[in-house]
């Protein structure tokens, strides 16, 4: 599968960002998708990632301590897409963002197999 993530850009703190990560080869509802971000300086850090739809498409989502409450990861089939809304934006938020899929995970805690580029995330104070 192929990832192309978009959205980032320029954000004043309190503002809000969609990121979106367009997958193209295989459909996303066959990997357990998600989002990481990396700071200058910083290690990768772990955003929040969506599971692979149960048979009564059911998603489990899960989210890095830093942004619970405020960003919302999710799955358009039909743009076979996945999302991550980001509200209530800080300005340690700034990072470049990646979009990743695994067909196991969780990503969490195995290293996603696939890869998109990054997308620059700056939110100023």
């Known amino acids: 599968v192929q990832l192309q993530a978009s959205g980032g850009g320029l954000v004043q703190a309190g503002g809000s960002l969609r990121l979106s990560c367009a997958a193209s080869?295989?459909?996303?509802?066959?990997?357990?998708m998600g989002w990481f971000r990396q700071a200058p300086g910083k290690e990768r850090e772990f955003v929040a990632e969506i599971s692979k739809p149960t048979r009564w498409n059911f998603s489990s989502k899960d989210y890095g301590d830093s942004v619970k409450g405020r960003f919302t990861i999710y799955r358009d089939n039909d743009k076979n897409s996945v999302y991550l809304q980001m509200n209530s934006l800080k300005p340690e938020d700034t990072a470049v963002y990646y979009c990743?899929?695994?067909?196991?995970?969780?990503?969490?805690?195995?290293?996603?197999?696939?890869w998109g580029q990054g997308t620059l995330v700056t939110v100023s104070s």
């Open positions: 080869g295989r459909t996303v509802g066959t990997y357990v």
């Open positions: 990743a899929a695994d067909p196991s995970g969780p990503l969490l805690t195995a290293r996603p197999e696939y």
